[in-house]
């Protein structure tokens, strides 16, 4: 993060504003200007500082039409990342999957 400007940072807490429970969201970049009272290209190279440093992903969108619709971004930063981790290494009853009380069976056996 010390490698972005304040601006940058700022488009960053934004994106995460509009994200989903998936961490993505789909805000157009003149909506992005006008949140922060920046230009459009502004945004734009911001956008593409957050890819370069892996805090976002972003992919085009397409219409019903075949036309473009604003992008996908997809933050890459916990608390985003944290909750995929943190769904892949507990069970449904919060267990830890790589613990190793989960491997064992013995009571099964009684």
């Known amino acids: 993060m010390e490698n972005l400007s304040t601006t940058q940072k700022l488009l960053l807490i934004v994106l995460a504003s509009y994200a989903n429970s998936e961490g993505e969201c789909w805000p157009s970049q003149l909506k992005l200007a ?44 916990e608390p985003f990342m944290f909750r995929q981790v943190q769904e892949q290494r507990y069970n449904c009853f919060g267990q830890r999957i790589d613990d190793p009380r989960m491997a064992d069976t013995s009571w099964a056996s009684e």
């Open 34 to 77: 006008k949140t922060l009272g920046i230009n459009p290209a502004t945004v734009n190279l911001g956008l593409k500082k957050l890819e370069a440093e892996k805090l976002i992903e972003s992919r085009p969108r397409k219409t019903i039409n075949g036309g473009t619709a604003s992008k996908i971004y997809r933050m890459l930063f």
